[in-house]
């Protein structure tokens, strides 16, 4: 028999104190996020993996949560069957909201862990980084992030036009919110840690995918500590970064940087913005392709 589906919280995106539960439920320290769309093909092979590694450290005192956006692999099914296995494993299944940030935040909500973590279901964030996070976080740490900026850390196959991409936002983000986004070298990060108390009781507001942006913006954070990490290319079902999300995230500065600018207007800049990387994308290539050498075909 499957264990029951966590309830979906609804209303404002904020994370309030550790819930209190019966004595004999055990003292959660830390608690998981894993947010989940249409990755039935992975699930199982990142709860195997997590759990392995962190029974070493912390057995017992902790907790994995898989929020799936009602996948139409019915991931959450599958999470369910793994959760069988793995007491760990807690499941909560969304139906009337959408979006990775919202999760992740919608899984802290219900969480029973003093530190807090969100980490990408489909492998790219490599597991074994994770016990080096958590130890940052026990030597006093309030904000643990896997960076692919510092030494030990790097991307595996990407394009040269999703590195400009990906610089470029970088880029914007510090243009435009140099005093949130500075303070990490990796910024877009979705492999994370942090102590709940520096986000009790701020309500969150984030717009697409990069949740780490709206933790540093709203959150109070002391002490910052970075681990190297390669990201991976997914060997098992399909990557969801678009142009879309890239919009999103611009969309998402202009609205940390200005809170009473309208959402309409925000969009507007965005798409704006959004052109210009595309230009410097596109004229990246220009420049790759001309300094390549003739070739005479027979």
Same mark, same amino acid.
């Given at each position: 028999?499957?264990p029951?589906l966590?309830?979906v919280?609804a209303?404002?995106?904020?994370v309030?104190?550790?819930?209190t ?7 959660i @320290?830390?608690?998981l996020i ?6 039935s093909?992975?699930?199982k092979?990142?709860?195997?993996q ?6 070493k450290? $912390?057995?017992?005192? &902790?907790e994995?949560? $898989?929020?799936d956006?009602n996948s139409?692999d019915?991931t959450?099914e ?6 069988? *296995?793995?007491p760990?494993?807690?499941v909560?299944?969304?139906q009337?909201?959408?979006g990775l ?15 807090l ?5 489909d /492998? ?9 996070? &958590?130890a940052?976080?026990?030597r006093?740490?309030?904000l643990?992030?896997? *960076?692919?900026?510092?030494?030990g ?9 999703r590195r400009?991409?990906s610089?470029?936002?970088q880029?914007l983000? /510090?243009?435009?919110?140099p005093r949130v986004?500075?303070r990490? *070298?990796d ?5 994370f840690?942090l102590?709940r108390?520096?986000i ?8 697409g995918y990069k949740i780490? $942006? @709206?933790?540093?913006g709203r ?6 500590e970075?681990?190297?990490y390669?990201?991976?290319e ?7 970064v678009?142009?879309?999300q &890239?919009l999103? &995230? ?8 200005f809170?009473?600018l *309208?959402l ?5 800049y965005g798409?704006?913005l959004?052109?210009s990387?595309q230009r410097?994308?596109?004229?990246s ?11 005479n075909?027979?």
């Amino acid at each position: 028999m499957h264990p029951p589906l966590l309830p979906v919280p609804a209303g404002r995106l904020l994370v309030t104190e550790i819930p209190t539960f019966p004595p004999k439920q055990g003292k959660i @320290e830390f608690s998981l996020i894993i947010p989940t769309y249409k990755e039935s093909q992975n699930i199982k092979a990142v709860v195997e993996q997590l759990t392995h590694l962190l029974d070493k450290k $912390i057995r017992d005192r &902790y907790e994995l949560i $898989i929020v799936d956006d009602n996948s139409p692999d019915r991931t959450w099914e599958v999470a369910l069957n793994v959760a069988q *296995s793995y007491p760990q494993v807690k499941v909560m299944r969304r139906q009337a909201e959408k979006g990775l940030s919202t999760a992740i935040i919608r899984g802290w909500q219900v969480a029973k862990g003093k530190i807090l973590g969100a980490i990408d279901a489909d /492998l790219q964030h490599p597991p074994e980084a994770l016990l080096q996070l &958590y130890a940052k976080m026990e030597r006093g740490a309030d904000l643990a992030v896997a *960076s692919r900026h510092v030494e030990g850390g790097g991307v595996s196959e990407w394009s040269l036009a999703r590195r400009i991409l990906s610089r470029g936002a970088q880029l914007l983000g /510090l243009i435009v919110l140099p005093r949130v986004v500075g303070r990490v *070298s990796d910024p877009l990060s979705g492999y994370f840690l942090l102590r709940r108390d520096a986000i009790q009781g701020k309500e969150m507001k984030p717009t697409g995918y990069k949740i780490l $942006i @709206e933790v540093l913006g709203r959150g109070s954070f002391d002490r910052i500590e970075e681990v190297g990490y390669i990201f991976q290319e997914r060997s098992e079902g399909e990557s969801k970064v678009t142009i879309a999300q &890239y919009l999103q &995230y611009i969309q998402h500065l202009l609205r940390l940087r200005f809170p009473r600018l *309208s959402l309409t207007r925000s969009r507007r800049y965005g798409q704006f913005l959004l052109k210009s990387l595309q230009r410097r994308r596109s004229r990246s290539q220009r420049q790759k392709r001309q300094a390549l050498p003739f070739s005479n075909p027979r």
